[in-house]
């Protein structure tokens, strides 16, 4: 009975494992992690100090920016670089067209490429690997900035809204991304059934598909609405009224150019000695509307991404 319980004793204490062991790190494996830390920290400096001090600067006293007494803080904090930054109607302007151009973009290019990448992800959809080709085949080959100029003139885009809106409508490395997350989301016994249930197209897309593909979706409007928000050459090349310019071709201007499509204002801003402080407050008033949606979309946006790389 002794030799019984001993070996019962011996057997559980060698087969229950020791959650509290841990593993013995080499000398060399303390030095690399931690040259890993010292690496990343310099980066991550790097990176975020340009957007503290662009933040700090925009707060700061016009006499402190110029003379370079901003390091980290605000120096005399002021509100006088975003007060300057409202009174300008052309700035409003410019805001409420990049607002419009993204809202509006960003709604028409995720719908273009819901349309396109759904029926691509269908096996029964035929000429699919072939239009997959001509698709990727755009990706490699360009025809340049003057047979687009010359299309979009043609179509009598030019100085129009729809010259931002349409041309750069569709991204083909979304297509894929979309089409990938479809292949592997939407199996192809769920529309067998929705078939036989006697559900259309259309209704099994937006009853089905479209509820499903949540994280896709907000892949989507995050990598569009971006791209919108951002862009300027576009408008650079095919507007010419200054109403229809976006805030970032105004914030070119200011930046690159040092002129405001408003003479006045600037000038005055000039006199105050308030254009370095309109520059970084018009900087960060820019990069707002960005820093707000991520934080939204971001759950749906990392597991959409390693949906569609993962599984592609």
Known sequence: MKTMVSSTK??????????????????????????????LSLVL????????????????????????????????P????????????????????????????????????IMLAYP?????????NFIMVLLVFTMIFDGGLIPLYLVVKNLNFIDTIWAILL?????????????TFFQSTIPNELV??????????IGFIMKVVLPLSKPIIAVLVLMYAVAKWNTYFDAMIYLKSEELFPLQLILR????????PNGDVMELLKAQGLRELMKYSLIVISSLPVLIIYPFVQKHFVKGVLIGSVKG
């Open 253 to 260: 201007s200011v930046l690159i150019l040092n002129a405001d």
């Open 45 to 76: 400096i790097a990176v975020l100090y340009p957007l503290i001090y662009i933040v700090s600067a925009s707060f700061s006293d016009p006499a402190a920016v110029t003379s370079g007494r901003v390091w980290l803080f605000p120096v005399n």
């Open 192 to 201: 067998e059934a929705s078939e036989m249930d006697g559900c259309s197209d």
């Open 120 to 128: 691509l992800s269908r096996g029964t959809f035929y000429g699919r």
């Open 78 to 113: 002021t509100l006088d670089g975003y007060t300057a930054v409202f009174k300008n109607p052309q700035i409003i302007q410019g805001f409420s067209n990049s607002l419009f151009y993204a809202i509006a973009g960003t709604l028409i290019s995720v719908s273009i490429t």
């Open 10 to 39: 011996k057997f559980n204490s060698t087969s229950t494992p020791n959650v509290k062991t841990k593993i013995r790190e080499s000398a060399f494996d303390r030095i690399f992690v931690g040259a890993i830390y010292v690496f």
């Open 167 to 179: 041309p750069s409508a569709l991204a083909v490395f979304q297509v894929i991304i979309a089409r």
